[in-house]
């Protein structure tokens, strides 16, 4: 089993960027393909980006592709979601989540474990 907490969400300007973190308990972090969701205020929840458990492979949604980057440090258990050129509409909370999987899946119900979440609030 794995905890997951999330932080660094907050308020940004539009344009503005923010790092999300995600820590890890447990001795097996580096078994599991990781994740970034959000999910918007009536909206479904969505993956933002996904990483592979060596970090080699990552995958984003085709919104986020040039703005957003995964990555993560078997080392200290944490994987992080670097946000640029943030918009209005990337406004949500962030989750990260855990998947036993050993291929990059986007599907929420292939991820075992979640984190509670950290708000992210982009300003215009």
């Known amino acids: 089993q794995v905890q997951l907490v999330e932080s660094g969400g907050g308020l940004v300007q539009a344009g503005g960027s923010l790092r999300l973190s995600c820590a890890a308990s447990?001795?097996?972090?580096?078994?599991?393909?990781m994740g970034w969701f959000r999910q918007a205020p009536g909206k479904e929840r969505e993956a933002v980006a996904v990483i592979s458990r060596s970090g080699g492979t990552a995958y984003y949604l085709d919104s986020m592709k040039g703005r957003f980057t995964i990555s993560r440090d078997n080392v200290k258990n944490t994987v992080y979601l670097q946000m640029n050129s943030l918009k209005p509409e990337d406004t949500a909370v962030y989750y990260c989540?855990?998947?036993?999987?050993?291929?990059?899946?986007?599907?929420?119900?292939?991820?075992?474990?979640w984190g509670q979440g950290t708000q992210v609030t982009v300003s215009s």
């Open positions: 989540a855990a998947s036993t999987g050993a291929v990059l899946v986007t599907t929420t119900l292939l991820y075992r474990y």
């Open positions: 447990g001795r097996t972090f580096s078994s599991y393909v």
